[in-house]
């Protein structure tokens, strides 16, 4: 049994609430299976969107790696010029869950690994995102990423938010171990039935 009350609910966004991928866009640029994973392995990668993330500009690194491969620049570019069309759809109940948690009158929250510059245009594509929470914390606006210790600080201080009486909800199990050693109540999330079984049993719901 749950003995600890619940005072605010931090949701990770991207595979949590919203639906990111760069094979949306790919797909259509590289429709060669093996072609398009060598090149989303090896030259836009997954290291390379983090650094974007912890604040790095993703003009200048577009850019920068178009230069360091200018046989594949044009697909490069795309990263920037066409990132909307790597926005999927919302990730399944998991809004609802969301909203359920508002109308209790617990305060929702977001900590997300996201770019500065590609914020607005998810914004754009997910306007809710703008209305669910009473907060946000982008990690490209703070020059650090999850799971470092240093952005849940960020949000911890700038929302008052005591960890031990907060639920973290992310779909990284790093991000979760993190958000663990820091003392939140956290959940790796898979789907919205087994969040909501998840926060029943702490209270929330």
């Known amino acids: 049994m749950n003995h600890t009350t ?45 650094s974007m993330d912890a604040g790095l500009s993703v003009r200048e690194s577009v850019a920068a790696l178009a230069a360091e491969h200018p046989d594949q620049a044009d697909l490069i570019n795309a990263w920037w010029d066409r990132w909307p069309e790597m926005l999927g759809q919302e990730i399944p109940g998991t809004r609802s869950v969301a909203e359920q948690i508002s109308r209790s009158g617990i305060p929702l929250y977001a900590l997300t690994n996201w770019s500065s510059e590609t914020w607005p245009l998810g914004l754009a594509g997910f306007p809710f995102l703008g209305e669910l929470f009473n907060g946000i914390v982008v990690s490209g606006d703070e020059g ?37 050693e820091l003392g939140y109540r956290a959940h790796r999330f898979t789907d919205a039935d087994r969040l909501e079984v998840w926060l029943r049993e702490l209270g929330v719901l």
């Open 6 to 50: 619940i005072t605010a609910v931090v949701f990770d966004l991207g595979a949590v609430l919203v639906d990111w991928n760069p094979e949306y866009l790919y797909a259509k640029l590289i429709p060669n299976e093996p072609e398009r994973r060598r090149f989303l392995n090896e030259v836009c990668t997954l290291e390379w969107n983090y």
């Open 144 to 180: 650090v990423a999850k799971p470092d210790p240093r952005l849940f600080r960020i949000l911890n201080d700038r929302y008052a938010l005591d960890p031990p009486t907060t639920a973290f909800i992310d779909d990284s199990p790093t991000n979760v171990a993190a958000a663990t």
